[in-house]
């Protein structure tokens, strides 16, 4: 009798230690074990970010503080300073100036198309700065909400709101001498700030609707008193390749290179994060992906 319970226990440890290995096969355990072995994204570009939006948590860092150009997502600044504007009329119209125009000849810079005479409402501005890139929108806008009797001295100051904003932040290494990104030399930021300046931009319900729009047609009155429709195309293609993405901006330029700052929610959580100097817009487009693919992850 004795032997046989003993051969009953030991079955039973037996079989004890067969459960627990089938447990740890079956993979009870893995996403701990994937948790600690997710292998940290390779990207062209030379710097890159992200973090959690809700918590602000560091997902990921390359180069993050190192001061690069910053191309045209220069324009997320741009739009946040306009939208911070005490007593905002978002319907107020603006009367396009010769001046822009010139301005996207002379830089030749990325438009909006905008005609000189049309009435475009600040909202239509928005659309037309953040989504084809207009540096002709840039210039109505700092031109509108700086302050000074000559245009210059609206700009000089527009530009001066920039960098006080930014300050605000807290950030150290974002310095801006223009309103769009083209710049003499001293319009720079680094992948955790432009991060942390689309974060807070994003704070604005105004902002949030115009960057995660693809495109849009909207009716502006023209300088005779009829009206045109002007048509413009999110240059963020992102939007609609890559499920939940909400924002934010593109920006290119021969010393920036290709850049992208870029957000998407999935099941409640944001990632935000940036991508500066990538090689082409195909591979700033494949690091995003990458790296909020690896932030939903983590």
Not at 88 to 112: E, F, G, H, P, R
Not at 146 to 160: C, E, K, L, Q, Y
Not at 248 to 275: D, H, Q
Request: hydrophobic residues 35%.
């Amino acid at each position: 009798m004795k032997g046989r319970i003993k051969g009953i226990r030991r079955a039973t440890a037996a079989v004890t230690t067969v459960t627990a290995g089938a447990v740890l096969a079956t993979g009870a355990f893995a996403p701990a074990a994937q948790a600690a072995t997710l292998p940290t994204p390779t990207i062209v570009a030379k710097g890159g970010y992200v973090m959690n939006n809700g918590t602000g948590t560091s997902l990921f860092s390359k180069a993050a503080d190192t001061r690069r150009s910053t191309g045209s997502t220069t324009k997320i600044m741009t739009a946040k300073v306009v939208l911070a504007q005490t007593n905002l009329n978002l319907d107020a119209k603006v009367t396009i100036q010769k001046a822009y125009s010139d301005y996207i000849v002379s830089k030749n810079a990325s438009s909006a198309h905008l005609i000189v005479g049309d009435k475009v409402t600040v909202r239509q501005l928005l659309y037309g700065l953040m989504l084809p890139s207009g540096c002709d929108a840039a210039y109505a806008l700092a031109d509108k909400y700086g302050s000074g009797t000559t245009r210059s001295a609206r700009v000089t100051s527009f530009i001066g709101k920039m960098n006080k904003a930014a300050t605000a932040l807290g950030l150290k290494n974002t310095h801006f001498d223009s309103f769009d990104g083209i710049g003499s030399g001293g319009n720079y930021s680094t992948p955790r700030d432009l991060t942390k300046i689309a974060s807070s931009a994003m704070k604005n319900s105004t902002f949030r609707t115009v960057v995660k729009t693809t495109s849009t047609k909207q009716k502006v009155t023209t300088k005779s008193g009829g009206y045109r429709y002007m048509s413009w195309t999110n240059t963020n293609n992102l939007l609609g390749s890559y499920a939940g993405t909400i924002g934010v901006k593109t920006g290119s330029g021969p010393e920036a290179k290709y850049c992208l700052v870029f957000a998407a929610t999935r099941n409640g959580k944001t990632v935000i994060g940036t991508v500066l100097a990538s090689d082409s817009v195909t591979n700033r487009t494949a690091d995003a992906k990458k790296l909020m693919d690896y932030g939903f992850k983590k």
